[in-house]
């Protein structure tokens, strides 16, 4: 197998710890190329075979490939029949950018509070939120955490509600035996950065459904054999397919899966053995059912004593030794757009005090395979050094 690209080289100063660098190959630079060799860069049977190969991945029966994770969802959304006047519980914390398919749908999202120790969406909490209006919850699989899927799957059976299971921040992590994106009636992944599967952008979602998948092709786009049906107009779909470029890079990531995640968890043991200098230092978590793990990013949150501006100085100290880390998530139940909605949607600062806990305290460190024993040596006892100063030597915790 080739040697990953040193992108961190060809595309910033390498002095830079970055937080993401995603790990690419000869593999990936062959499939592209011989992708840009031929003669079809748009709706070619590159993106079939991607959707075939990742819905077998995840036991799945249909895949179907997007431009992004937003899209995904919005079409998961729409194929539900989802839109003006319904509501869709979601939590407030994780990758924003998926729970804004709610909004562009037209539906109401209704913020349920999180587990304190996973980030996701709490069953207990989503059961309280749950209404006459609501006709689909998301679960979201927190930096790559399992949500508790058995008892959110039992939740949506007993309520009659869809299930939509949100991984655009997880893959390869397991649950009860089986992968993540095979729990949910339609289940969405992303693969921008800084995903391990990463092809810059891009998205799948994947149902067992075949009237599901059925409609979520519709809504995507138009097919060439569309082009003359009459009947192409009485659900404007999308442009939001995926390119052959993109399927061909996902193709050959999706080949080389088991080593990019082989290699971020030897950098996680990097980690997991510098973090011991930190005094009252707690190990990752791991879920009631959870078997495996994959982080997107190496999370810490930070003590009591620390706040949202204590967290921006721990940051800017970093950068001055030019190691790039940033918030894990920008709430969204206190974002402008969402503020209209009010109390009664959660969406006012005091509503969900477990959310807001780690949400002002959480720091995203770098993680990606390219990094090494000494960069993470080097980073950790950085950052100790920062909220030192910031924190006046209070514990950081796991």
């Known amino acids: 197998m080739d040697a990953p690209v040193d992108n961190a080289a060809l595309d910033h100063d390498e002095d830079w710890i970055l937080l993401t660098d995603p790990d690419v190959s000869g593999l990936e630079l062959q ?47 729409r194929a539900l029949g ?86 655009t921040e997880a893959i390869g992590s397991r649950y009860l035996g089986q992968p993540v994106g095979s729990f949910g009636d339609l289940s969405v992944f992303d693969f921008s950065q800084p995903g391990a599967l990463c092809c810059g952008e891009g998205g799948m979602v994947l149902t067992d459904d075949p009237q599901l998948a059925t409609e979520l092709r519709y809504l995507r786009a138009h097919r060439l054999a569309d082009r003359n049906s009459v009947s192409i107009g009485s659900r404007v779909p999308l442009q939001a397919g995926m390119s052959d470029l993109t399927a061909a890079l996902g193709l050959a990531q999706l080949e080389r899966l088991d080593e990019i995640l082989a290699r971020r968890k030897h950098v996680e043991s990097f980690y997991r053995n510098e973090m011991q200098s930190f005094e009252g230092i707690k190990p990752p978590y791991l879920g009631p059912d959870v078997d495996e793990v994959h982080w997107m990013l190496y999370v810490v949150h930070l003590g009591a004593r620390f706040s949202a501006s204590s967290r921006s100085q721990i940051i800017d100290d970093l950068e001055t030794d030019l190691i790039e880390a940033a918030p894990f998530s920008a709430l969204l139940h206190q974002q402008f757009a969402y503020q209209s909605l009010g109390e009664a949607h959660n969406c006012k600062r005091g509503c969900l005090k477990n959310t807001e806990r780690i949400g002002d305290r959480s720091l995203a460190l770098p993680f990606h395979g390219q990094m090494g024993g000494d960069e993470v040596k080097f980073l950790v006892k950085t950052l100790k050094d920062a909220c030192t100063n910031v924190g006046a030597g209070a514990a950081i915790y796991l």
């Open 82 to 167: 989802i839109g003006p006047g319904d509501e869709v519980v979601a939590c407030s914390y994780g990758w924003h950018q998926t729970a804004h398919a709610i909004l562009l749908a037209g539906a109401t999202p209704d913020f349920a509070e999180i587990d304190y120790w996973s980030g996701c969406i709490s069953p207990s909490a989503a059961a309280e939120r749950i209404k006459p209006a609501t006709k689909a919850l998301i679960g979201n699989n927190c930096n790559g955490h399992p949500a508790a899927w058995k008892a959110l799957r039992e939740l949506a059976a007993r309520r009659g509600i869809a299930l939509i299971e949100d991984s």
């Open 31 to 77: 499939r592209v190329v011989a992708a840009l060799r031929s003669p079809r860069l748009s709706a070619g049977s590159r993106v079939e075979d991607f959707e075939a190969e990742f819905a077998s991945l995840h036991g799945r029966a249909y895949g179907v490939a997007t431009a992004s994770g937003t899209l995904g969802m919005w079409l998961a959304l």
